[in-house]
């Protein structure tokens, strides 16, 4: 049965690293949902952070694929349940609708939304949250007319306590 995993790939920074992860999923024929990268609270090190649809069992086997790579230091997976996790999205939108349209200050102050900056040609709404919280956002929009959109990949903390500086670290000495 297939289900939401994030994957969690602790990495050295390394040219090409990016390329052979993908490949891993490439090779399985596997969608990468969300894919966000970014440095971590040890120096040096990298966290990869992968949205996919999987089988436990098939993601079990990407784990030992992507720990099998030279620069990955260690490989994880999460369930929803098991994270806590956020997407960012930001919205462009034509700004005399601002002022024109009361409705939509109504629905950018329900969803719990901000504006980050007014043009006089625009303005930028950004919204934090869960993928459902920025597609209901993004559809109430859509009848206003949304000039761009775009929306980051998932980032994620675990609920349990899992310590990954000490065991990171344990494993680069």
Known sequence: M?????????????????????????????????LTVSSTEIENVSRFIIVSDLSKETVKK????????????????HTNEQSIYVQTALFKI?????????????????????IVTVSPEFFVIEKSGRKEEIETLYDELLPFGIMQFVRSGRISVTKEEMRISELLQKQLN
Not at 22 to 27: M, P
Request: hydrophobic share 35%; aromatic share 8%.
């Open 94 to 114: 034509k700004s005399n609708l601002l002022f024109d349209e009361r409705q939509i200050q109504n629905i950018i102050k329900n969803s719990n939304a901000q």
């Open 62 to 77: 990407i784990i030992g694929q992507l720990e099998k790579q030279v620069e990955v230091i260690k490989a994880y997976y």
């Open 2 to 34: 297939k289900k939401t995993y994030t994957i969690s790939i602790y990495t050295e920074n390394n040219i090409g690293l990016l390329n052979r992860i993908a490949t891993i999923f490439l090779k399985r024929h596997i969608n990468i949902e969300s």
